[in-house]
């Protein structure tokens, strides 16, 4: 996930807890409870996210350059499953990680 839609995922978080602050004052103790919980989860989860490191990998520039524009290419061609299962090939990361690391490419 890129950092524009974090950062719209913490705003949309410290809403949910706006929306519950104002429900509090309209006697709607229950509901409002709920939206402030739900807020404050998502807009903890969405800064844990934004603060991740990028994802590091120990391959030689020439190497990494060239998967890169590998898996640029199979992106732009709409394969982007096969990006993620190339670059796991190449850099031996779990699924996660390369789905991760494609993520970022895009």
């Known amino acids: ?3 524009k839609a974090q950062v719209l995922l913490i705003i949309g978080g410290i809403s949910f807890i706006f929306v ?3 429900s509090l004052f309209e006697k709607k ?3 409002g ?3 402030i ?3 404050i989860l998502n807009t903890i989860s969405s800064i844990l996210a934004y603060k991740k490191k990028p994802i590091d ?3 030689d520039d020439l190497t990494k350059e060239s998967m890169d524009k590998e898996l640029k290419l199979l992106i732009a061609e709409g394969k982007y499953y096969k990006a993620i299962k190339r670059c796991r090939v190449i850099t031996g990361f779990g699924l996660k990680e390369a789905k991760e690391y494609v ?3 895009n």
Do not use: H
Request: proline fraction near 0%.
């Open 103 to 105: 993520d970022l490419l």
């Open 37 to 39: 919980i739900v807020g």
């Open 33 to 35: 409870i709920v939206f």
């Open 1 to 3: 996930m890129n950092k």
């Open 57 to 59: 990998i120990e391959l």
């Open 20 to 22: 519950g602050i104002m």
């Open 29 to 31: 103790y229950f509901l």
